[in-house]
């Protein structure tokens, strides 16, 4: 759950123990977890109920892709960054400007990743 | 030697010379009685037919007449005796060896001084090679009108001179409407320079293969096309046009977009693998715990086995009862009696289906070093069911060892409370109870199953 002095991560991911381990690594960072969503609907709704100050998105997402909470993520001011086992041309276009993390990739890139999206 | 008719006067000299002739020529040449008994053979008999004048004379010649033609020539002969000429009939004649050669023989009536006809004779020419070239132009022509690829032909301006079914299908445009008309009306406006390298290319005699491009269809629309163009000489060897194989490649093109997305999709899948694989690694690492190799090993294999469950319904679901099943395949021979297994059928995602597998591994290689399948008595009841919006699940083990809390919390103990919790949106409830361990999953049913809410793929 948001945490007032933390920064709050949502976590967008279908496969569960893939969420489940990043929302651990995550939270043993320093982040606070609004959710770990796997799918757009489940993660558009945390994004309506809860502050939110960074994003990670798997782009695919079984039988969608991440795409609409991208671009609601752009639209509210909320840096995001993509993680993904696609190759960038195959990503779609809303994730142009974000930082992309290939799948696998160690938690250490992940947060250093994350922490350069913030305001300085 | 008899006489040829409307020769009346005839010498010596003559008959040597006409004789002379006859033998020399080309064409078979042979005379008989009107009841055919042979009484001349040329050279060009023997040659066709391998039997020499010696062997032939005095024979009928109904013995080079295969069984089931001798009415038809016996026809034939009346009509001559009778007369009438036959010109080039064409028939079948039995060479010495037997071998049936394709001929044809114009007959002729032969008469005596008196107009009387005395005897009928044959001109026949060997047309087996004539008949084959025949049979293999209506075959090639046939080919090329049955053909699934469109074969046209234009002269070296570019003009269309043959158009095949095919090129009517594929481009719409029909044989007479392209017969006489440039190549270039199925050109689109962009590509016009195409066809001047490729004129240029076929006067130089050299093929073009498989070049694949865009050409313009009669309703406007561009195809892609895949066209073969080859130069196309006369007897002489020189180029006078071109052929052309179109063959409409769409299909093709979509297999490889297909084949271009499966691709993608591997990429995805395998790296989300290698993802997951890392992310259990990592779990069963932490606060600097030694990697349980075998642990580690059995967990992977337990995944793996979901993918084959996954890829038998083309990677959509997996039936629930065949999830179970091959989780606990380590216990097959107990399922029935000690391990009792029950609930409706539901088609799980993937993700659901990997969530529920873990738990169930876990719970299994649990209940098999500590709990209920340790010893030889206990029991174990699986059951879920769907209340609504909701479904539950519960694991009921009884008739083991005395439960104990442990210690700490493992990599299994939180992958069958955290994890499914998180990954399902459920309440988890994990109660070691000291008579066995009960284990109870309640989440929505939409988070399991996309039948009954999705429209499926």
Redesign the interface.
């Known amino acids: 759950m948001p945490v007032a002095d933390k920064i709050n991560v949502l976590i967008v991911e279908?496969?569960?123990?893939?969420?489940?381990?990043?929302?651990?690594?995550l939270e043993e960072a320093g982040f606070a977890i609004v959710g770990?969503a796997?799918t757009v609907s489940?993660a558009l709704h945390l994004l309506q109920r809860h502050r939110c100050d960074l994003a990670v998105l798997d782009v695919?997402l079984?039988?969608e892709t991440s795409a609409p909470i991208a671009r609601a993520l752009s639209a509210a001011g909320v840096p995001f960054v993509a993680v993904?086992?696609?190759?960038l041309d195959?990503c779609p276009e809303e994730f142009a400007t974000a930082p992309l993390l290939?799948?696998?990739?160690q938690?250490s890139r992940l947060v250093a990743t994350l922490r350069r999206q913030l305001p300085r | 030697m008899h006489g040829m008719p409307g020769a009346p006067h005839v010498t010596d000299d003559d008959t040597a010379y006409l004789a002379a002739i006859v033998n020399a020529s080309a064409d078979a040449i042979f005379g008989t009685t009107t009841d055919g008994i042979i009484r001349s053979w040329n050279t060009a008999c023997e040659r066709m037919l391998g039997y020499s004048a010696e062997e032939m004379i005095g024979q009928s010649i109904l013995d080079i007449v295969p069984a089931e033609l001798k009415h038809e020539a016996l026809a034939i002969r009346d009509r001559v005796s009778s007369g009438d000429p036959v010109e080039s009939f064409e028939t079948v004649r039995l060479a010495k060896d037997g071998r049936p050669i394709e001929v044809a023989i114009t007959y002729s009536p032969i008469r005596d001084g008196h107009g009387q006809v005395i005897g009928v004779s044959g001109i026949m020419r060997d047309v087996t090679t004539i008949k084959a070239a025949q049979r293999s132009a209506a075959m090639l022509a046939a080919i090329v009108a049955s053909s699934s690829d469109g074969v046209v032909s234009k002269t070296l301006d570019g003009t269309v001179t043959s158009w095949n079914k095919s090129a009517e299908r594929i481009f719409g445009f029909s044989e007479a409407e392209m017969i006489n008309r440039s190549i270039r009306t199925i050109i689109p406006g962009e590509r016009q320079a195409e066809e001047d390298r490729i004129l240029a290319t076929v006067v130089s005699g050299e093929m073009i293969d498989n070049f694949e491009t865009v050409r313009l269809r009669k309703d406007g629309a561009l195809i892609d096309v895949s066209v073969t163009v080859s130069p196309v000489r006369d007897s002489a060897g020189r180029i006078i046009g071109a052929s052309k194989i179109v063959r409409d490649i769409t299909d093709k093109r979509q297999t490889r977009e297909q084949l271009r997305t499966l691709l993608a999709e591997v990429n995805h899948r395998s790296k989300n693998m290698l993802s997951l694989v890392q992310a259990i690694a990592r779990q069963m690492t932490r606060h600097g715990r030694q990697l349980d190799l075998n642990r580690f090993l059995e967990r992977l294999q337990a995944i793996a086995g979901n993918q084959d469950l996954l890829i038998q319904n083309d990677w959509r679901f997996i039936p629930i009862a065949d999830l179970v099943r091959s989780q606990l395949g380590a216990f097959r021979d107990l399922i029935g009696n000690r391990i009792a297994i029950a609930g409706p059928q539901i088609e799980l995602t993937p993700e659901a289906a990997q969530a529920i597998g873990m738990a169930v591994h876990e719970l299994a290689t649990n209940a098999a070093k500590y709990g209920a399948l340790s010893g030889d008595e206990g029991r174990i009841a699986l059951s879920w069911s769907c209340d609504g919006d909701d479904f539950d699940m519960s694991w009921r083990e009884s008739g083991g060892p005395p439960v104990t809390v442990p210690e700490h919390r493992g990599f299994g103990s939180r992958v069958i409370s955290d994890m499914v919790r998180a990954g399902l949106d459920g309440e988890v409830e994990v109660d070691f109870a000291p008579t066995g361990l009960r284990w109870h999953l309640r989440c929505p049913l939409q988070r399991l199953s996309r039948s009954s809410n999705y429209a499926r793929r």
């Open positions: 279908d496969d569960p123990m893939i969420g489940f381990d990043l929302s651990i690594e770990v796997p489940k695919n079984g039988l993904t086992g696609y190759s195959q290939s799948k696998p990739f938690t």
